[in-house]
Structure formats: C-alpha cells, structure tokens
C-alpha cells in the first residue's frame, strides 16, 4: 500500500522559516506529479505547489516568492520550504503524489506560525 509521510511541521514566530519534506514509500510505479497542500482551521483543503514529474512548478498566488517546492523522484521526495510564514500560513500541511492515475495523499504536518 502506498504511504506518504510528511515531517518538518511544527510552531515559527512569523517571518520564520520552515521546510517540510514528504516521501512516498511502498510503491512499485512511477510518481507522476508531487503536490502540497494545506488546511487551515474552519477552511476547506487548499492546493499549495506542484511539482510536475517534467519539472515544471506552479503556486498559488499566496505563495509566490515565499515558497519553493523541489522534488528528488531518486528519492521519492517532494520538499517545501517556507520562508516569510505569515500567521495566515497556520494549517495541516499534506503532500500528494498522483501514481497510476490515482491521487495519493499523507496525514498532514501541522504548521503553525505565532503573530
């Protein structure tokens, strides 16, 4: 069964930084594309980044110019490292990596970043 675990949660004062990593274990096909996403109190799930098995990034306009997603497909790793954390930026963080045409999703790291 696939599994992808996040780390690298955890509590930043704002303008902080932090880097959250996900690898995706117990798979025998190839990781397409890589995805964080995020889940704030009382809010539906927002996607984040991608980062596409061809190379190609994209971010939610929120984001841009604080966040950079990378990815290992040697390692089956997607990264996202935060800088400037806003208190706004407090959610459930989680990867997803879509194999075999399905989207594959971890439990989430909690990021929560102090006025």
């Known amino acids: 069964q696939v599994q992808l675990v996040e780390s690298g949660g955890g509590l930043v004062q704002a303008g902080g930084s932090l880097r959250l990593s996900c690898t995706v274990s117990a798979t025998i096909f190839s990781i397409n594309s890589m995805y964080w996403y995020r889940q704030a109190p009382g809010k539906q799930r927002e996607w984040v980044a991608t980062?596409?098995?061809?190379?190609?990034?994209t971010y939610t306009d929120s984001v841009k110019g604080r966040f950079v997603i990378s990815a290992d497909y040697a390692k089956n790793t997607v990264y996202l490292q935060m800088d400037s954390l806003k208190p706004e930026d407090t959610a459930n963080y989680y990867c997803?990596?879509?194999?075999?045409?399905?989207?594959?999703w971890g439990k989430g790291t909690l990021v929560t970043v102090s006025a």
């Open positions: 997803a990596a879509d194999i075999a045409a399905v989207r594959n």
């Open positions: 980062f596409t098995r061809g190379g190609t990034i």
